[in-house]
């Protein structure tokens, strides 16, 4: 397991960006795929990003490919979601997630996009 704890969430108006953070804790980080996550008020956890363990690969959700990027530094332990022309339905909270979840979650950051 790994204790995560994202940072970087706010109010942005739509066609705004923002960069989220996601520390980790923990010295098996550079062995994890390391993901993003996103919960909107009444609807399913959703997948958004993930990228591997070196960084070389990354997969995005529909409907943030083009706009967001996943990113990862392993001498910091961090992993990073670059969130450019953010739509209102954007608007969610973010977990980051180890290994989809099976070794940790974040508490979760709070997205808002303005329209």
């Known amino acids: 397991q790994v204790q995560l704890v994202e940072s970087g969430g706010g109010l942005v108006q739509a066609g705004g960006s923002l960069r989220l953070s996601c520390a980790a804790s923990?010295?098996?980080?550079?062995?994890?795929?390391m993901g993003w996550f996103r919960q909107a008020p009444g609807k399913e956890r959703e997948f958004v990003a993930d990228?591997?363990?070196?960084?070389?690969?990354?997969y995005y959700a529909d409907s943030v490919k083009g706009r967001f990027t996943i990113s990862r530094d392993n001498a910091k332990n961090t992993v990073y979601l670059q969130m450019n022309s953010l739509k209102f339905e954007d608007t969610a909270v973010y977990y980051c997630a180890a290994e989809g979840g099976s070794r940790g979650w974040g508490q979760g950051t709070q997205v808002t996009v303005s329209s």
């Open positions: 990228i591997t363990w070196s960084g070389g690969s990354a």
């Open positions: 923990g010295r098996a980080f550079n062995r994890y795929v």
